[in-house]
């Protein structure tokens, strides 16, 4: 019964930041990797960021990498995404996924996924 709920999405001008964030409930494998995936119409999925359990290990895409930072609190079982200097060509729909690999989750092949939350940005 994992679940993961994103939030935190909404409509803001480029430039703009925003953070994201994803809840995660359920029975979960605690060294799970987690990452940010988004989506355009017309566009295939892609890889935001991931981040490792264990020592904090990430990964970035190539689009975002200096802009934004993908964090995780054990803890609180939340991950967010801190997105900075936000362009229109970031409007997607943002995705959080885990998986039991830090290879898999990069290459989108999670096992588990939010339903995801809406990032528009206007010009």
């Known amino acids: 019964q994992v679940q993961l709920a994103e939030s935190g999405g909404g409509l803001v001008q480029a430039g703009a930041s925003l953070r994201l964030s994803c809840l995660v409930s359920?029975?979960?494998?605690?060294?799970?990797?987690m990452g940010w995936f988004r989506q355009a119409p017309g566009k295939e999925r892609e890889l935001v960021a991931a981040?490792?359990?264990?020592?904090?290990?990430?990964d970035y895409g190539d689009s975002v990498k200096g802009r934004f930072i993908i964090s995780r609190d054990r803890a609180k079982n939340e991950v967010y995404l801190d997105m900075n200097s936000l362009k229109p060509e970031d409007t997607a729909t943002y995705y959080c996924?885990?998986?039991?690999?830090?290879?898999?989750?990069?290459?989108?092949?999670?096992?588990?996924w939010g339903q995801g939350t809406q990032v528009t940005v206007s010009p």
């Open positions: 981040i490792t359990q264990g020592y904090g290990f990430q």
């Open positions: 359920g029975h979960i494998n605690l060294a799970y990797t």
């Open positions: 996924a885990a998986g039991t690999t830090r290879t898999a989750v990069v290459r989108g092949q999670g096992e588990y």
